[in-house]
């Protein structure tokens, strides 16, 4: 039963590859085929999603730290990311037995919104997979390395940030005209800012090169806006805005969404950059933001929290509420984070406090 | 002459202290009675001030009126009360000025510190949550019906925390300074007084409680009613609201049935008192909560309130969500022992555990109306308005 669903989510993740000639809407009427013919196998198949799936109608992510939510037992495990554990004591887990679709995904995502153009030399600005086996993002990385790479360079070590291996990449592209893609988080973006903005070394990459980051600031010391993020790394590396590249993932997903900026500018496209950056979502991923009471959907448009049920989550959950307020505008995403409003809390303990205290509540 | 001393907050802090004088012209009984007055005004629901509060407050707490009522309800402190407390000063000068910061969270958490001050001869200017500054204003006014004079040894303003500028130049003559809030905002704020001022913090806080149900329904009801009181006073959203119960259980009352007992007790109270609109970020929070307690198999959940069973300590998004962990008296320290450092309260039916320290100890429906004057977070309440000896 599981294959079948496999064959199917493949085939609506192979469409996103080149010349992409189906209109979205055929696509997407076979993208909601899939999740609804997935959602009734996994309410069957996980009991935890089966149980709650009425009440909340997606599963909250956050279940995912307390109970395993799989088609598949543990012992068929082959690898099992895990959270970060910034909202909560205790770390979601997103076991896979196999990691094809997953690779298929991060794929058909990455080679459509940040190399459309290729492969070219690459430096990572976040752990390895050998460092980190439980990180996505480290196993996403690697996977670009091997799909994507000319040259890799991990700029980071030991749960820090290698500042000698990122100058060494940036220099060596600079010497050889080269274009380079830097790839991480981005906080370790904001190491490196604070590093060269000290030493007051800037860079020129080549043509082409450009910049994916990912992650937010939560529960650390500085905080930039997006394009207060966006307009550091484009003036420190010399590299265009539309070049600078979001990426929005989550541990418990199987796929990916990036801003289309660069494809636009590859493709000669006008599109007014700084406006309202939004995120492309595949064809096998459904977004919809729900009123956070209520868990309907919003108008288009308006804001909500958002619900991602990613069609490649098939041994997993792929129905998953988020805590992120999000807007949908034509099928894109437009991200507004964790904090819309602010909360009348004063005195009054949070979870994110206890932790940033340096004690983990459980 | 630096920006701070042409400041206009400067200004309006060298006036409030001047208005000390008056202040302390009046004597003791006097400050009592125009306090006393003028706490009653508020709480009554058809005084002129009273109506007007209830008003205001709909408009900023973002309570709902009934809970707004309550909690008026509750201001007045008897004059002799308010005359045992004083003579904790015993023969101690107070401060030339005071000043006081408060949060936005919890409206009546401004009448204490200001009742203090003023009975105890201590001018003091406030500064008032950007959020909510309605009750520091509402009493001041109900102050100056009484008493105009005395009413400007109290001074409120408004703007938002962080503004080094105006937070340096209210409090540059503060001989002492009591702060609510978060510990970042705070330690923020410390860096900003007068050399040589003195900081009473009170930095961020949980209240936990723990039953040993006994074996009758009826006295397990009069426990849950009075959680019940404890969990939805300002909507959960104190730093000595429960977060979490821990139940031993008995051979007649699981954790389990207790949970649907508060639940129950939540319920009738809800409805009696309804919760406050749900903000939007609270609301995302609450449903990942709420789902995580209906994974482990114990939700009991209502219009705007759900009891969720826990293996351990977890904190809830405020808003009317507590916890229900079972828990032995001897497990009780273990338990809290990630968070004991937060503990402010600590309610009981008996003595069972041994609350952290600086914690304070109450019966269960008192954990959000402590009496006042009452040490808090381990500091006497007058200290901060009288000169060190």
Redesign the interface.
């Known amino acids: 039963m599981s294959e079948e669903h496999k064959r199917r989510a493949s085939a609506l993740i192979a469409r996103l590859a080149p010349p992409h000639a189906i209109p979205r809407e055929d696509a997407w009427r076979a993208r909601d085929a899939h999740l609804e013919a997935l959602r009734a196998f996994q309410k069957a198949q996980i009991p935890?999603y089966g149980?709650?799936s009425e009440?909340?109608g997606a599963?909250?992510?956050?279940?995912l730290?307390?109970?395993r939510a799989t088609v598949h037992e543990a012992s068929e495990d082959i690898r099992v990311f895990l959270t970060s554990g910034t909202t909560q004591?205790a770390r979601g887990a997103h076991p896979f037995r196999d990691l094809s679709l997953y690779d298929q995904a991060a794929k058909a995502a990455a080679a459509y919104a940040l190399f459309p153009d290729g492969s070219l030399d690459l430096c990572v600005l976040a752990p390895s997979e050998e460092e980190r086996p439980e990180s996505s993002l480290s196993y996403m990385l690697a996977r670009f390395g091997e799909w994507f790479g000319e040259r890799v360079t991990i700029a980071f070590r030991e749960g820090k940030l290698d500042l000698a291996a990122l100058s060494g990449a940036l220099e060596r592209a600079q010497a050889t005209g080269r274009p380079l893609a830097l790839l991480g988080t981005s906080f370790a973006f904001v190491h490196a800012e604070d590093a060269f903005a000290e030493r007051g070394v800037t860079f020129a990459l080549p043509d082409k090169s450009r910049v994916m980051q990912t992650g937010g600031f939560k529960g650390r010391s500085r905080e930039f806006t997006p394009p207060e993020m966006r307009s550091l790394i484009s003036s420190r590396y010399d590299v265009p805005a539309s070049f600078v590249v979001s990426e929005y993932g989550m541990t418990e997903l199987s796929s990916q969404m990036y801003e289309l900026t660069l494809r636009h500018a590859l493709n000669g496209d006008r599109a007014p950059i700084d406006a309202t950056r939004r995120f492309f979502v595949p064809d096998w991923v459904r977004v919809t933001a729900v009123d956070?009471?209520r868990?309907q959907p919003v108008a288009p448009g308006e804001?909500g929290?958002l619900r991602i049920e990613d069609g490649a989550n098939v041994d997993s959950v792929a129905a998953l509420?988020t805590?992120d307020?999000a807007r949908v505008v034509d099928g894109e995403l437009e991200l507004l984070g964790?904090?819309?409003?602010?909360?009348?809390?004063?005195?009054?303990?949070?979870?994110d406090?206890?932790l940033s205290?340096g004690?983990?509540?459980? | 002459m630096n920006r701070s001393s042409q400041h206009p907050l400067r200004e309006l802090a060298e006036r409030t202290r001047h208005a000390g004088a008056v202040l302390r012209t009046r004597s003791l009984e006097t400050r009592a009675r125009v306090l006393y007055e003028a706490l009653w005004a508020l709480a009554d629901k058809k005084a002129p001030s009273g109506r007007h509060a209830r008003e205001a407050l709909a408009r900023t707490t973002?309570l709902s009126p009934e809970m707004i009522d309550w909690s008026l309800a509750a201001l007045p402190i008897e004059q002799a009360r308010l005359l045992m407390f004083a003579e904790r000063a015993e023969d101690r000068v107070p401060v030339d000025l005071a000043g006081v910061v408060l949060?936005?969270?919890?409206f009546v958490a401004a009448i204490e510190p200001i009742t203090a001050a003023l009975l105890l001869g201590a001018p003091i200017v406030v500064k008032a949550?950007s959020?909510?500054d309605a009750m520091p204003r509402l009493f001041r006014a109900a102050i100056r019906e009484q008493d105009p004079e005395l009413a400007e040894a109290l001074a409120v303003v408004t703007f938002p925390g962080g503004d080094e500028d105006k937070e340096r130049a209210l409090f540059s003559r503060a001989e002492s300074v009591v702060g609510?809030?978060?510990?970042h905002a705070l330690s923020e704020l410390a860096t900003r007084l007068a050399p040589g001022a003195r900081f009473f913090a009170?930095?961020?806080?949980?209240g936990v409680a723990f039953v040993v149900p006994p074996d009758h329904d009826a006295d397990v009801t009069t426990i849950t009613d009075a959680l019940a009181i404890d969990v939805c006073a300002y909507d959960q959203?104190?730093?000595m609201?429960p977060?979490v119960v821990f139940v031993e259980p008995t051979e007649h009352v699981s954790a389990r049935d207790f949970a649907i007992q508060l639940a129950r007790a939540m319920d009738r109270l809800g409805q009696r008192v309804p919760r406050g609109p749900?903000?939007?970020?609270?609301?995302?929070?609450?449903?990942?909560?709420r789902?995580?307690g209906?994974?482990?198999g114990g939700l009991f959940e209502g219009d705007g309130f759900a009891v969720a069973l826990s293996s351990?300590?977890?904190?809830s998004p405020?808003y009317r969500n507590v916890v229900v962990v079972e828990c032995t008296r001897d497990r009780f320290a273990s338990a809290i022992d990630?968070?004991s450092r937060?503990v402010r309260v600590l309610a009981q039916n008996g003595q069972w555990v041994t609350a952290p320290a600086d914690c304070r100890c109450c019966a269960m429906g008192e954990m959000q109306r402590p009496r006042f004057g009452e040490t808090r977070d381990g500091i006497p309440l007058h200290v901060a308005f009288l000169k060190e000896t």
């Open positions: 935890v149980r709650l009440r909340f599963l909250p992510v956050d279940v730290r307390h109970a004591g956070p009471e868990l804001v929290i509420q805590a307020f964790r904090d819309p409003d602010a909360v009348p809390r004063g005195c009054s303990l949070a979870i406090e206890v205290a004690d983990g509540a459980t | 973002g949060a936005g969270n919890v949550s959020r909510d609510y809030g978060s510990d009170h930095g961020h806080g949980v959203r104190g730093c609201s977060h749900l903000p939007p970020k609270v609301a995302s929070q609450q449903l990942q909560w789902a995580i209906e994974a482990q351990g300590f977890r904190l405020g990630s968070v937060f």
